[in-house]
């Protein structure tokens, strides 16, 4: 088991692997040989060479969705689709009006695509939110589906509930980010509980 989130050494950056646990993942030479030799792999060392450039002109100074641009410039993207949530029309609406203004093509799908019941995938009405039989379900894969349609360079991922997320990354065919996550209690920022766990959130968590 790898423990790195409770590892206070970060031999790792430091390039010092004596300054590190027992089971640093770094040690792992078997792994690592094989995550290097992958990254020569075209496509990959192209996301990774453009990922680190982003992130030092962008540390500290930009924010995330400055960098997503900067980042698909850099990539050479130019169709770009969007799956988001319909809680988060408004949003999704701005961040394609930006995205199209720095020369995008941007091809956004709405999550309830399809407007089938939650019936179809074995939801019962007292399941729903709304105690409705024919409320409409997410639909993470048709989301997918469309855009690999679309033969799109990329996706962004815009407020998709836990689980319908994993549905779309899986079934994507092109490179994916997520520029923002859903979290309707935190006002869609998760790490809130986090820095709350200690506190506000403690007997929720613990």
Do not use: W
Request: a neutral charge; aromatic letters at 8%.
């Amino acid at each position: 088991m790898f423990n790195c989130s409770k590892c206070g050494f970060h031999g790792c950056s430091s390039r010092n692997l004596e300054k590190s646990l027992d089971e640093c993942p770094s040690k792992n030479e078997k792994v690592q040989s094989k995550a290097m030799e992958l990254y020569k792999n075209e496509e990959n060392l192209m996301i990774a060479n453009n990922a680190a450039l982003v992130e030092a002109e962008g540390y500290c100074k930009q924010t995330r969705l400055e960098e997503t641009i900067n980042f698909m410039k850099k990539c050479g993207y130019k169709k770009i689709g969007m799956a988001f949530c319909v809680g988060l029309q408004k949003e999704a609406r701005d961040v394609q009006n930006i995205l199209e203004y720095h020369g995008f093509q941007v091809s956004s799908v709405l999550c309830k695509n399809g407007a089938y019941p939650k019936s179809d995938i074995g939801i019962s009405q007292d399941q729903t939110i709304r105690n409705c039989k024919d409320e409409v379900m997410c639909n993470p894969i048709g989301q997918a589906l469309l855009l690999n349609e679309e033969h799109t360079d990329f996706n962004i991922i815009l407020g998709l509930c836990v689980g319908h997320d994993t549905l779309a990354i899986k079934y994507m065919d092109a490179p994916v980010t997520v520029f923002a996550v859903k979290d309707r209690v935190t006002g869609h920022n998760p790490l809130a509980a986090v820095y709350l766990s200690q506190g506000y959130y403690h007997d929720k968590l613990y």
